[in-house]
């Protein structure tokens, strides 16, 4: 679900092991769960994407993880998610994990919140908090609205937009530090703009281009466009009221 981005509830139950194919290092959805009649009433944004899960390097590789799940489930019912057998029939040298029982919608529906309880997390999730958290992260590491479209199935860029209303705290770092460096990094440019701290009876230098100082600010802008400079003395009354 999470490298999919399917939504958290509708058409969870249609899902079979036949509409999912593993290719060489990667899986993917191969087949709509609904057929075109079907998918005509459903929601616009839950049509398949074009997500892919690729293989990874170590023990908690989602390929590896998707395949031996597949090669666990009860081979006399062909959906996706079966219920599991009960504790104490249950042996992880038994070929078959799973009971030939299909898992309903609203269980399903509730999976992740019922997660969230028995793990005591700091909080409770939701099935559809996998969807946005991808979105989510998808959308800070710079991905353009219209590839993670592709990958989520959304119809509408304003559906990206909507997960993103706020700026994660990685954003407002790097807008910080952006700013920053606006600030104090120095330019030899034509026409640029550098702010200078003026402190009483300082020496200021200044370019013969127009100054503009803010009356009683200790601040002074100045513009560089040419070379020739000059430094004036500033007398300690010159700024009145400044320390």
């Known amino acids: 679900m999470f490298h999919l981005i399917r939504r958290g509830r509708e058409n969870l139950r249609l899902l079979t092991k036949q509409l999912f194919t593993t290719g060489r290092k990667f899986v993917y959805q191969a087949a709509d769960e609904l057929d075109k009649n079907k998918r005509g009433h459903d929601k616009a944004d839950d049509s398949p994407g074009e997500g892919r899960m ?126 920053s460096s606006a600030c104090f990094n120095s330019t030899n440019a034509s026409s640029s703009s550098e702010i200078v701290l003026v402190n009483e009876a300082e020496e200021i230098v200044y370019t013969e281009s127009e100054t503009t100082n803010c009356p009683q600010s200790p601040v002074l802008t100045q513009n560089f466009a040419s070379h020739s400079q000059e430094t004036v003395n500033f007398h300690s009354g010159a700024f009145p009221g400044a320390n």
């Not at 399903?108 to 979105?135: C, D, P």
């Not at 991905?143 to 119809?155: L, N, P, Q, W, Y």
Request: proline share 4%; charged share 30%; net charge positive.
């Open 54 to 179: 690729y293989e990874q390097d170590g023990p908690l590789c989602p390929v590896k993880a998707f395949e031996l799940y597949l090669a666990k489930l009860n081979p006399k019912r062909s959906c996706l998610w079966q219920k599991p057998k009960a504790k104490e029939h249950f042996k992880e040298t038994d070929e078959v994990w799973y009971c030939n029982v299909p898992v309903g919608k609203n269980t399903l529906g509730t999976l992740m919140s019922r997660i969230s309880k028995e793990l005591e997390l700091s909080q409770t999730y939701t099935n559809y908090r996998i969807r946005t958290t991808a979105v989510s992260l998808l959308d800070e590491c710079n991905f353009e609205a219209r590839h993670i479209m592709r990958v989520s199935g959304h119809k509408s860029e304003s559906s990206i937009r909507s997960y993103s209303r706020r700026l994660s705290e990685v954003k407002q770092k790097q807008i910080s530090h952006s700013l």
